[in-house]
């Protein structure tokens, strides 16, 4: 290991959160036993290192953040897995559900009511302020039915 002083991983602390930095990051980064670094934190008085938990949602639209590109037009391709049926999917912890449905809880802050599809028209955009519900759907048609009527 490659000798590192208490006041450069000190430094780390002054200059990060220190929630955010683990003893184990710092000692790779520095080349040092976890221990030291363990130990400049309590002598320090430096806050404790606090895991970020993840939420399934978290996690879920990270991964369609991750796994759609841009295509143009503010439309969305998924490059991640899809279902038998040629759906994009994404997988969390164990658990399956569409990216459609992701999406739009990205852009409305709620879970769609009904299947979720593109209302662009372009087949499985996933571009969260593209997708839309049945409950969307409906007000859409209303005012055309009205007109018809």
């Not at 969260?128 to 759907?137: A, C, K, N, S």
Request: net charge positive.
């Amino acid at each position: 290991m490659t000798a590192v002083s208490y006041e450069e991983i000190a430094r780390a602390f002054q200059d990060g959160d220190p929630r955010e930095l683990s003893d184990r990051d710092l000692a790779a980064r520095f080349g040092c036993a976890e221990e030291f670094v363990a130990r400049v934190r309590r002598e320090g008085g430096h806050a404790r290192y606090a895991r970020r938990f993840r939420s399934l949602r978290e996690r879920a639209e990270a991964k369609v953040r991750e796994l759609s590109e841009p295509v143009g037009d503010g439309h969305r391709e998924w490059t991640g897995p899809v279902s038998r049926d040629g759906v994009p999917v994404v997988h969390v912890r164990g658990l399956t559900t569409t990216v459609g449905r992701v999406a739009f809880q990205m852009a409305n802050g709620r879970p769609p009511v009904g299947n979720v599809k593109p209302g662009c028209r372009r087949a499985h955009c996933v571009a969260p302020g593209h997708v839309t519900d049945r409950l969307m759907r409906e007000a859409l048609r209303a005012p055309l039915a009205e007109v018809g009527a």
